[in-house]
């Protein structure tokens, strides 16, 4: 306690159990001394909980014992060249991060959960799984952590365990010499090579077959990385793991498609992402950035944005959003590209969810007096209902512009000026081509 309280270290390696204060207490000290001190928590019993309490207290990562020699090496190593890079870079290890700036929005506090995890865990080498429904921000999460490491200035290296057969995703990962397999005609290091340094993120670990798992764990357990067709260590790495998946890894190892010993070595941290139905308070602000975007890109900076209405907020907050982030991406690109410009966008405008209409229809008739009136009358005023609620949605959608709601419904204008005069609307409501009203 004297030492580090007194000096400063690069990298401590200090017991998780000891008498009379604590491992977590001198941790804390060490920290508080100096915040940038690369703290090793060592520990007999490293249970999930005890390793994780430690990585949310600042340490940098533990080392289970019993450990030998060559594991003491490898982490000796990362964590030097982790100060290296530190130096080199003169970055601090975490910006502070109003999440806007780096372009992961929300605010809801679920998801603010999720994110003030990730930004602490930056600081630290520790393995981070995170887990969440398709298209809910994983990689998102895992870029995120990487730009607030001290490792940003090295490679950030995405592999999908799902997209390549056995063969050739293990030989992307780990490499090959020359001759390992027809058509090896040299040597050629794989991607855990090439992430070096920086960060290698394992996209879909769910998918990643058995025996590729075993290798990966041995990468994880002592930094040596063999080549395929190689004999012996070709290179050691130095990597942060991060991974992801969207199904549930304790279901996945209870069928014996994960490995229990990679999932505690690659879940130090999980951090779970919300589904957008989780967080529908967000759905709004993520909406309209997207919407922004997406106008600026196909319609340009100059023409008038359109405006949301609060039914179509309303409609986008119901809707249930399996694939989540990235389906809210795509309808409002869709809006984007079909929008008028100057319009109100409304719940009609979005495109339906599995074939069922997203707004509920305009005239509900079972719950009016409809079925008790003569089949005229009934008939008269149910197209009467529908025709005012076409004509006010048209105008709104329009940007107030006859010519353009006239082009979309399809009409003729005269027509259209004699439907919206029998529903008490006036021709002075509306602009034609530019001209006021
Ligand atoms: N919080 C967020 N802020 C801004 N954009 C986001 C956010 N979350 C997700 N996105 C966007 O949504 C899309 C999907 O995100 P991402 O690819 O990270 O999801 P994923 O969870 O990895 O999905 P999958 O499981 O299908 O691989 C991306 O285009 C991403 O830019
Ligand atoms: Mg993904």
Redesign the pocket.
């Known amino acids: 306690m004297r030492l580090v309280t007194s000096r400063r270290f690069d990298v401590v390696f200090c017991d998780l159990y000891l008498t009379p204060i604590s491992g977590m207490e001198l941790l804390a000290a060490t920290l508080q001394q100096s915040p940038d001190t690369l703290v090793v928590m060592m520990t007999g019993n490293p249970s999930v909980s005890s390793s994780l309490d430690a990585i949310r207290a600042g340490a940098w990562d533990y080392l289970p014992k019993p450990f030998n020699a060559s594991h003491l090496q490898v982490l000796m190593g990362r964590a030097a060249h982790t100060v290296q890079l530190a130096r080199d870079s003169h970055r601090s290890p975490v910006q502070s991060g109003a ?1 806007s700036e780096s ?4 605010t809801s506090p679920s ?1 603010r959960r999720a ?1 003030e995890l990730a930004q602490r865990v930056a600081a630290t080498d520790a393995s981070v799984m ?1 887990t ?12 995120f952590i990487h730009r607030h490491s001290r490792r940003v200035n090295r490679p950030f290296v995405p592999v ?1 365990c799902a997209a390549l057969p056995e063969p050739l995703l293990e030989s992307e990962l780990f490499g090959h010499r020359k001759g390992a397999f027809t058509g090896a005609d040299r040597d050629k290091p794989g991607l855990l090579e090439t992430a070096n340094g920086g960060t290698f993120f394992l ?2 670990l769910g998918e990643a077959p058995l025996s590729i798992q075993a290798k990966l764990l041995r990468v994880l357990q002592d930094g040596i990385v063999r080549r395929v067709g190689s004999e012996q260590a070709d290179a050691t790495v130095d990597v942060r793991f991060i991974s ?1 998946t ?1 199904r549930d890894p304790h279901e996945a190892m209870a069928r014996g498609v994960l490995r229990e010993d990679l999932f505690y070595r690659l879940g130090v941290v999980p951090i779970r ?1 919300p589904s957008l139905r989780e967080r529908a308070e ?1 759905i709004p602000v ?1 909406a309209r ?2 919407f922004r975007a997406y106008w600026a890109r196909h319609r340009g900076a100059t023409t008038r944005l359109p405006a949301f209405s609060d039914e179509l907020l309303d409609a986008l907050q119901r809707r249930t959003w399996r ?4 389906e ?2 795509n309808v409002m690109e869709f809006l984007a590209v079909l929008a008028e410009p100057g319009a109100t966008l409304s719940a009609y405008d979005v495109p339906p969810e599995d074939g069922r209409p997203v707004a509920a229809p305009a005239v509900e008739p079972a719950q009016s007096e409809l079925w008790l009136m003569d089949f005229r009358t009934a008939k008269d005023a149910l197209i009467a209902n529908f025709e005012r609620e076409y004509v006010q949605r048209l105008v709104a959608r329009s940007g107030a512009n006859m010519s353009r709601a006239a082009r979309l419904a399809k009409m003729d204008r005269t027509t259209l000026y004699r439907l919206m005069e029998k529903h008490g609307m006036s021709r002075s409501d509306l602009t034609d081509d530019g001209e006021a009203a």
Do not use: C, M, Y
């Open positions: 999440s372009g992961v929005l929300g998801f994110l995170i969440g429904e398709s298209g809910t921000g994983k990689e998102v999460i895992a870029n999908n996209d879909e992801a969207n992402l967000d993520l950035h997207f694939g989540n982030v990235r809210l991406q």
